[in-house]
């Protein structure tokens, strides 16, 4: 989502958004929202009919005796950019589901503040110990296919910028995979990452600005490859009984999406939000979470789906937040430069 950069600097342009929201915003003030309990800004595909959003909602509500509300915008990036504009006057009480690579940007700016939740119980892969954020969900960066169609998938990803298989990702700007397609290209392209998007915009069908949108048409037929995550095929096979959609497993290895959600610094409810915290990373919610928004979770000893044995496990490549937070708004430039030759 393009934003004013002496307003935004995370994004180098679209005054549009800002208009848009502050008028959403004000709009919100006039709204049920205000009754709400806790308010939590997420993404659309979480709170969908068949994301986990609904369900979490019920069962947090249950344990709480509480009124809570979900606000959702196209993904990731965009929960921050939202943030970024309305600062103190924001009704959020939580975020959920800005990823690791957004938490030093997210930090450094002061939108947040410590959750003061004891961390344990999470995998040891994670080695999270982090003040200000709680993981929620994990998974790999990947592109999905559909076996059917497609007999030979690249098994690499500078063999798929370099064919000619048509392709829908989404906009590093508004999404949080699109992002991190952005940071996949960066860490195996390095300087030629210009050139690698320019040849990939050569056979892009589009770019859109949520994983929803772009996941949707990829199913309607409308390319041959969608960026989403290792954990997609897991959907298909448990929720239609469909096993030809396959993610594949470049010899480069992935970048990897640990999402989080943390309590925003305006918030004057942090008792309630810390509690939600503590729910996200419960048995309970981490089954809920773990078979509703298909990622892996982030505790051990949950019983999942035969079908999350199966998944591709790929070796994790990627950059630190502060690698991100330094050098993020550079490498959107040189995505949007080279995307639009």
């Known amino acids: 989502m393009l934003v004013f950069l002496d307003i935004l600097p995370l994004d180098p342009d679209l005054a549009l958004m800002k208009k848009q929201l502050l008028a959403i915003s004000s709009l919100l003030l006039s709204t049920s929202v205000l009754a709400a309990d806790l308010t939590v800004y997420t993404y659309d595909s979480f709170v969908s009919e068949w994301g986990p959003g609904p369900k979490l909602e019920k069962a947090f509500e249950t344990e709480c005796q509480c009124d809570m509300e979900f606000i959702a915008v196209e993904d990731g ?81 500078k063999e798929l910028i370099e064919s000619d298989a048509s392709v829908i990702y989404q906009d590093p700007r508004t999404s949080t995979p699109g992002q991190g397609l952005m940071l996949w290209v960066k860490r195996i392209y390095g300087e030629q990452s210009d050139a690698a998007w320019e040849k990939l915009s050569q056979h892009t069908v589009t770019v859109t600005k949520g994983w929803w949108e772009a996941y949707s048409m990829f199913l309607k037929g ?37 999402e989080v959600a943390a309590i925003t610094k305006a918030s004057t409810r942090k008792p309630l939000a810390k509690t939600f915290l503590m729910f996200l990373i419960s048995p309970e919610a981490q089954r809920i979470i773990a078979t509703n928004n298909w990622m892996l979770p982030v505790i051990d000893g949950l019983t999942l789906p035969a079908v999350f044995a199966e ?25 949007r430069s080279a995307a639009t030759r």
Do not use: C
């Not at 290792?230 to 096979?237: E, F, K, L, Q, W």
């Not at 591709?312 to 050098?327: C, L, S």
């Open 222 to 258: 409308d390319a041959d490859y969608v960026l989403s995550y290792n954990t997609s095929p897991a959907y298909h096979v448990v929720t239609e009984n469909k096993s030809q959609y396959k993610a594949a497993e470049f010899s480069e290895g992935h970048v990897a999406q640990i």
């Open 311 to 335: 998944l591709i496990t790929p070796k994790r490549i990627g950059f630190t937040p502060q690698e991100v937070a330094d050098n993020r708004a550079f490498w959107v430039r040189e995505w």
């Open 77 to 157: 990036v965009s929960i921050l950019n939202r943030l970024r504009i309305e600062k103190a006057n924001t009704k959020a009480d939580v975020i959920l589901g800005v990823d690791d690579a957004l938490i030093e940007i997210t930090r450094s700016e002061g939108l947040v503040q410590s959750h003061d939740v004891t961390l344990t119980g999470l995998k040891k892969e994670l080695n999270w110990d982090d003040v200000d954020f709680i993981p929620f969900d994990y998974g790999f960066f990947a592109f999905i296919y559909n076996s059917q169609k497609i007999m030979r998938p690249p098994t690499s990803l």
